[in-house]
């Protein structure tokens, strides 16, 4: 039972245009949610997280939205750049299990110059 | 941000071996860790939350007799894979939390990967 869902497994944008990388969940425990962006053959990096008290959060480019009536996140890139290609993934944790974090299959970026 | 290590990054065995793989938390004190694993083009699976001086927490599914799992200090967790088959190859990753309070609570920081290999 996949609890975190990123439906698109690939994804291509142009330089300088805006990526928007969706995420779905099932699990209305979920109070927190998170954004990695991984190399191959490296562990993932953290990127920016939401609680579920909020709907918006921004950190320069990167912004993650969150819809809690459709459990949906979004994390958008603006502008998108080359070095910016990788695989992303969402990431969810509950406030019973501190620290257990649930993710989604991840979807590779491709930014073109 | 905090650094966390694993060690080897690869290695490769034949089956029915058992392989250790080491976490270590470099500049912080990692309350728990947890192990997670990898496939290609898939998600990452949480194989077992490990607490320092207590049993880990294996996720349903997980042999917890197959992957063992020793977290004796505050910054070193090691998984063993025993009697390890092809089906065992994989990408291993942990990472490392401060649930203790500390000034990285509830971080959670991930180590580089272990790509094991079972020949």
């Known amino acids: 039972d996949q609890q975190v869902k990123q439906n698109s497994p690939s994804l291509s944008v142009q330089e300088g245009r805006i990526s928007i990388l969706n995420c779905d969940y099932t699990n209305s425990m979920f109070d927190y949610f998170l954004w990695y962006k991984k190399y191959p053959a490296e562990g993932p990096t953290f990127l920016i997280s939401i609680s579920s008290i909020k709907d918006k959060n921004e950190d320069g480019r990167f912004t993650v939205f969150l819809n809690k009536s459709a459990k949906h996140l979004s994390l958008h890139i603006v502008p998108s750049q080359p070095g910016d290609s990788a695989v992303y993934f969402c990431a969810a944790s509950g406030s019973s299990n501190t620290g257990k974090l649930i993710f989604g299959q991840g979807t590779t970026l491709q930014v073109k110059p | 941000g905090a650094v966390v290590s694993q060690h080897p990054s690869r290695v490769i065995c034949k089956s029915g071996t058992s392989v250790k793989i080491e976490c270590r938390s470099l500049d912080f004190q990692a309350t728990t860790m947890f192990w997670y694993r990898q496939f290609p083009k898939q998600s990452l699976m949480l194989m077992a939350t490990s607490n320092e001086g207590s049993k880990a927490t294996y996720e349903q599914g997980v042999e917890k007799d197959k992957f063992l799992i020793n977290h004796a200090s505050l910054t070193l967790s090691t998984l063993t894979v025993t009697s390890a088959h092809p089906e065992d190859s994989s990408f291993y990753i942990c990472?490392?939390?401060?649930?203790?309070?500390?000034?990285?609570?509830?971080?959670?920081?991930f180590g580089p990967g272990t790509r094991l290999t079972v020949l």
């Open positions: 990472s490392a939390t401060d649930t203790g309070g500390g000034p990285l609570y509830n971080e959670q920081f």
